[in-house]
């Protein structure tokens, strides 16, 4: 079966994102662009994702529950984990590494956590959009250990991209790469939104080939580049 895909979208929590990406927006917005499985990926931080959780339950989305790291060398990279739980140690291991605000987060673009309901309950205190103290290869590493997709964002964008910042694709085992714009690639390649704002939500997915709707069928599918078509 052809399922639609979209594994890189923010919520409000990270600060360039719109304040109205609430999470069950997101999801929301998702079941009407007809993707089946949607992750949520913030800046550096995972404190959104329970809301997202039952955001998607409500509009029978597979979940997958991401964290979008900036690596010390400012390259993004998508880890993306099957439980909150894991997702959520993971983000704290990452926010120890990152500078802690001064004076008002607005400076930086609010950092605003919610519940389903689209209600403000907190505010990060750390700077999300900083990169953190952890090397490319760290990341990588510490993330395929704990069982998570690992992605690098957006390889061919001229910034924030591993091939921009380091100047080539270290030779690690991703799951697979993202590409605003796809191309034939030694490794299995995704696109998707990298939504910031509710509009963005859907723009770009791809159709994977899979036996059904779940982790497991998810992450053999993505061994297989010719399992994907955009």
Known sequence: MQVRIDLHNHSCLSPCADDGMLPSLLALQAMEMGIQ???LSDHNAAENLPA????????SIMPVFGIEVTTIEEVHLLVL???IEE???FSKEVQATLPKLRGKSSRFGRQIICDVAGN???ESDVLLSGASSLSFDEVVTDALASGALVIPAHIDRPAYS???NLGFLPDLPYTAVEMVHPTAQAWTVVTAS???FLEEVGKRSCLIEMEEIGWEALKKSLCDPCNVKF
């Open 194 to 196: 990298d939504a910031h």
């Open 162 to 164: 591993v091939l921009a």
């Open 87 to 89: 997702a959520m140690a």
């Open 120 to 122: 403000p309950i907190g």
């Open 37 to 39: 499985i949607l992750a």
């Open 52 to 59: 997202f959780a039952e955001a998607c339950e409500l509009c």
């Open 81 to 83: 984990f099957k439980r």
